[in-house]
């Protein structure tokens, strides 16, 4: 059993960053891949961007036009979305997601993970 907490939402204007964090609680981070994904209002969800349990695998969404950044800490038991040069079209609910996984690799489909966090609001204002 994982859980999660995402944190480091919030408001902020057209052309700035946010670091959004996701806290993973046991002693097993290390076998996870961590993704991050976003929904906006009366949207599907969308993948952001993910990680390999070590950190040695990223991927990101096309979309995202390399203004993402995802790493992880597994002394700390945390992963992190850097988001930078923010517009308002980003403004979503962004949730941090688990899987256990044996290989290294950075699933982008959100039907694969396993455990969620509740999800951090993030509003990009023009």
């Known amino acids: 059993q994982v859980q999660l907490v995402e944190s480091g939402g919030g408001l902020v204007q057209a052309g700035g960053s946010l670091r959004l964090s996701c806290a993973a609680s046991?002693?097993?981070?290390?076998?996870?891949?961590m993704g991050w994904f976003r929904q906006a209002p009366g949207k599907e969800r969308e993948f952001v961007a993910a990680i390999s349990r070590s950190g040695g695998s990223v991927s990101f969404a096309d979309s995202m036009g390399g203004r993402f950044d995802i790493s992880r800490d597994n002394a700390k038991n945390t992963a992190y979305l850097q988001m930078n040069s923010l517009k308002p079209e980003d403004t979503a609910v962004y949730s941090c997601a688990a899987l256990w996984t044996i290989g290294e690799y950075a699933e982008k489909r959100s039907d694969k993970y396993t455990y969620w966090g509740q999800g951090t609001q993030v509003t990009v204002s023009s």
């Open positions: 046991g002693r097993t981070f290390s076998s996870y891949a």
